[in-house]
């Protein structure tokens, strides 16, 4: 990302999110500098956040069931609302809306208030990159999609996680801007410039154990490895996204595998988010092999920290690497082509790849950098 220098009024302008999740955080903390921002949402994240920052936070309309969901690992998103959100909005008006995202029922309330305050402009985030597979998620995609098309004159501007997002939703939504943007990474991640003492290729698959996150792909993909190459693979979920139904049947497929000594799950990473990035210290690789991901902020934090990564190619953060050069892609559920990478890895050059990331990291994708970027699209 170039560095532009048009100058903003940050200090009378009012910029609200609807909608929160770890990936915008640090984006928010940079613009509360010099912004007044407000945030609604139903929790904040297990980070630190601004201080300067005005939190709203509402109940989440069935936050039982998206619990339930959650914790069984389905992909069924519910159309979540905030209640009394429209009152609040009300309550602290602001200049710019960037609402996340359009397939949940708080969007239709945004529009609302938006409607009734034209003059506020509205910034859809979206973490879409294509149709949901099973028939209930894309009865209801559909639904939103044909709303989103109805309503989007009333939008200023879409902001897309990863640009196979841009190009998807360009065959609907053609009235409105569409851009992909990447937020900034934490400038307070560590730099490990070292590798992991001895010879073995330590790699951490940070995620909950939870059947899309493709655990068992890794297991297969290990049967292929040969036992001679010196690999320790550990699975990790976060406290709080552990007791997963899946861990006995996947300590089961690795016993089975007989690859006990290769494979093993750790207990899982308490919070806050950041001491996942302590733990990067102990491993060479990170690797996020899941079937669908938004963007999976395990893996910009690790190559800011130094540490190469290996993903699917659904994972939407791989918009992060350079395949080959600051870590590898492989095509989702593809056991095979993910054993290859593992047999190909070299302890020397994936520490290369890692300094390389690092670089990439934290000379592209800045706080400062990024939201100059940020401003110039939505102000």
């Not at 929790?43 to 630190?48: F, G, K, N, R, Y």
């Not at 300067?52 to 109940?59: L, P, R």
């Not at 841009?166 to 900034?184: E, G, M, N």
Request: glycine share 6%.
């Amino acid at each position: 990302m170039d560095d532009r220098t048009k100058n903003y009024d940050t200090e009378t302008q009012k910029i609200g999110f609807v909608g929160f999740n770890f990936v915008t955080k640090h984006l928010v903390n940079k613009l509360a500098e010099t912004a007044n921002v407000h945030v609604w949402t139903h929790s904040p994240p297990d980070t630190s956040l601004s201080k300067k920052i005005n939190f709203h936070q509402h109940s989440l309309s069935w936050a039982g069931l998206r619990e339930k969901f959650v914790q069984s690992g389905s992909q069924l998103t519910l159309p979540h609302y905030y209640k009394n959100l429209n009152k609040s909005l009300k309550k602290h008006p602001v200049d710019v809306i960037i609402v996340m995202d359009f397939i949940r029922i708080w969007y239709w309330q945004v529009l609302w208030y938006g409607y009734k305050n034209p003059n506020v402009k509205i910034i859809l985030l979206t973490e879409t990159k294509h149709k949901p597979s099973s028939l209930v998620g894309k009865i209801g995609f559909w639904v939103f999609i044909w709303v989103a098309t109805l309503t989007q004159k009333r939008l200023h501007q879409i902001l897309t996680y990863h640009p196979d997002g841009t190009q998807y939703l360009k065959k609907f939504l053609t009235r409105t801007p569409i851009t992909h943007f990447v937020f900034p990474v934490s400038e307070e991640t560590p730099l490990y410039q070292t590798p992991t003492p001895g010879e073995s290729i330590r790699i951490l698959v940070p995620a909950r154990l939870v059947p899309f996150k493709r655990h068992i792909d890794v297991i297969e993909a290990m049967k292929q490895v040969p036992s001679t190459k010196n690999i320790q693979i550990d699975f990790a979920s976060f406290v709080g996204l552990n007791n997963s139904p899946l861990e006995n049947t996947l300590r089961k497929d690795i016993e089975q595998s007989g690859l006990t000594k290769k494979i093993t799950i750790i207990p899982p990473i308490p919070q806050p988010f950041s001491n996942y990035y302590k733990l990067l210290k102990d491993y060479d690789v990170v690797l996020l092999p899941s079937e669908n991901e938004a963007v999976g902020a395990v893996v910009p934090a690790a190559l800011r920290s130094g540490r190469a990564c290996i993903t699917s190619d659904t994972v939407g953060a791989n918009t992060f690497m350079k395949d080959g050069h600051t870590g590898y892609i492989f095509p989702t559920k593809d056991t095979g082509a993910l054993s290859k990478v593992l047999i190909e890895l070299d302890k020397s050059t994936i520490h290369q790849a890692g300094g390389y990331a690092a670089c990439h990291m934290r000379t592209h994708y800045s706080t400062t950098a990024c939201t100059k970027i940020f401003l110039e699209l939505v102000t």
